[in-house]
């Protein structure tokens, strides 16, 4: 966003409208949360780190991994269609979510984390797992498949982009101040938006997210993220990370995201094994699974039902 720009309402407060009170929701979206996760939490590294979980121990695992301020819970209403014919989890990353912060963040912990959610969860039960990784959750995960991609079946980056060296983007300005405080739920709410900032038709959705996203402190409400993550947060170069993967990699976007152009999608392709899958999810923004969830839904259990992956 440009110095000065004001964004439309419905951008900079999408549930301000609604005072407080749940927007009505479509019966697919109430049903898939009626499948609630076990939810329980596991330690890594002296953080207590959240994890959700779906479906049998002993099927196929399916890690879904969030985005930057996001939380575990950005899954719920997309995991339950996956639940049938794998054990999926979704875990917060330390200083999001539930989970506890840390006084520093590393970008090759993060990568370990997800291993650990991954086997506190049972994914390797029936053999290594396929991660699912949006927007940020992809820069860890690019990181693992160099690293230690013989520990991961396949992986797939939904509006994760890396951008040619020029362009490359070295995370959010860092914060001075902690989370602003708000004295009632509607006010937290209200201020609620997405990052970056994009459009929501579906409101439920940015609803539920939202409710998951603040805690209650002394005064009122606040958000559960740590503000502090990127003071010492550093982003290599994905480039190289991406072009090391050690196990196959897909890439899918929303086909009208504000941070993907033909530029990043030729550079991206140019760095993937040859026939690696490329999805565009259509009428979606760069948040895909909010955008277009049951788009997502289809086009993720094509790619897996499709995809030839080694157990």
Same mark, same amino acid.
């Given at each position: 966003?440009?110095?000065?720009?004001?964004?439309?309402?419905?951008?900079?407060?999408?549930?301000?409208?609604?005072?407080?009170? %749940?927007?009505?929701?479509?019966?697919?979206?109430?049903?898939?949360?009626?499948?609630?996760?076990?939810?329980?939490?596991?330690?890594?590294?002296?953080?207590?780190?959240?994890?959700?979980?779906?479906?049998?121990?002993?099927?196929?695992?399916?890690?879904?991994?969030?985005?930057?301020?996001?939380?575990?819970?950005?899954?719920?209403?997309?995991?339950?269609?996956?639940?049938?014919?794998?054990?999926?989890?979704?875990?917060?990353?330390?200083?999001?979510? $539930?989970?506890?912060?840390?006084?520093?963040?590393?970008?090759?912990?993060?990568?370990?984390?997800?291993?650990?959610?991954?086997?506190?969860?049972?994914?390797?039960?029936?053999?290594?797992?396929?991660?699912?990784?949006?927007?940020?959750?992809?820069?860890?995960?690019?990181?693992?498949?160099?690293?230690?991609?013989?520990?991961? $079946?396949?992986?797939?980056?939904?509006?994760?982009?890396?951008?040619?060296?020029?362009?490359?983007?070295?995370?959010?300005?860092?914060?001075?101040?902690?989370?602003?405080?708000?004295?009632?739920?509607?006010?937290?709410?209200?201020?609620?938006?997405?990052?970056?900032?994009?459009?929501?038709?579906?409101?439920?959705?940015?609803?539920?997210?939202?409710?998951?996203?603040? %805690?209650?402190?002394?005064?009122?409400?606040?958000?559960?993220?740590?503000?502090?993550?990127?003071?010492?947060?550093?982003?290599?170069?994905?480039?190289?990370?991406?072009?090391?993967?050690?196990?196959?990699?897909?890439?899918?976007?929303?086909?009208?995201?504000?941070?993907?152009?033909?530029?990043?999608?030729?550079?991206? %392709?140019?760095?993937?094994?040859?026939?690696?899958?490329?999805?565009?999810?259509?009428?979606?923004?760069?948040?895909?699974?909010?955008?277009?969830?049951?788009?997502?839904?289809?086009?993720?259990?094509?790619?897996?039902?499709?995809?030839?992956?080694?157990?």
């Amino acid at each position: 966003m440009a110095d000065g720009q004001v964004l439309p309402p419905e951008i900079a407060a999408p549930l301000a409208r609604f005072n407080g009170e %749940k927007p009505p929701a479509p019966a697919w979206f109430d049903k898939a949360l009626e499948q609630a996760p076990e939810r329980t939490v596991f330690d890594f590294e002296g953080a207590a780190i959240e994890l959700l979980t779906w479906g049998e121990v002993g099927k196929p695992g399916l890690l879904l991994l969030h985005g930057n301020g996001a939380s575990a819970d950005w899954w719920t209403f997309i995991a339950p269609f996956f639940a049938q014919d794998y054990r999926v989890a979704a875990f917060s990353w330390s200083g999001m979510g $539930r989970s506890d912060w840390r006084e520093r963040y590393d970008a090759d912990a993060f990568a370990r984390e997800s291993f650990a959610a991954a086997e506190a969860a049972g994914l390797y039960a029936a053999g290594k797992p396929v991660f699912v990784a949006h927007s940020f959750g992809g820069f860890p995960t690019m990181l693992a498949a160099s690293r230690y991609g013989d520990r991961m $079946r396949a992986a797939v980056l939904v509006d994760s982009v890396v951008r040619p060296p020029e362009r490359e983007w070295r995370g959010p300005p860092r914060r001075a101040n902690p989370n602003r405080v708000y004295a009632t739920l509607p006010e937290a709410l209200a201020r609620f938006r997405l990052a970056p900032p994009q459009g929501c038709e579906n409101l439920f959705i940015a609803d539920w997210i939202a409710r998951n996203a603040v %805690k209650e402190v002394e005064g009122g409400f606040t958000w559960r993220f740590d503000p502090f993550m990127w003071t010492s947060f550093q982003m290599e170069d994905r480039g190289p990370l991406l072009s090391a993967a050690t196990c196959p990699i897909a890439m899918m976007w929303g086909d009208r995201s504000g941070l993907v152009d033909e530029e990043i999608l030729d550079y991206m %392709k140019g760095l993937l094994p040859p026939g690696s899958p490329q999805l565009a999810i259509p009428d979606a923004d760069h948040h895909v699974m909010i955008d277009q969830p049951l788009a997502f839904v289809a086009a993720l259990r094509g790619l897996l039902a499709g995809w030839r992956l080694e157990p």
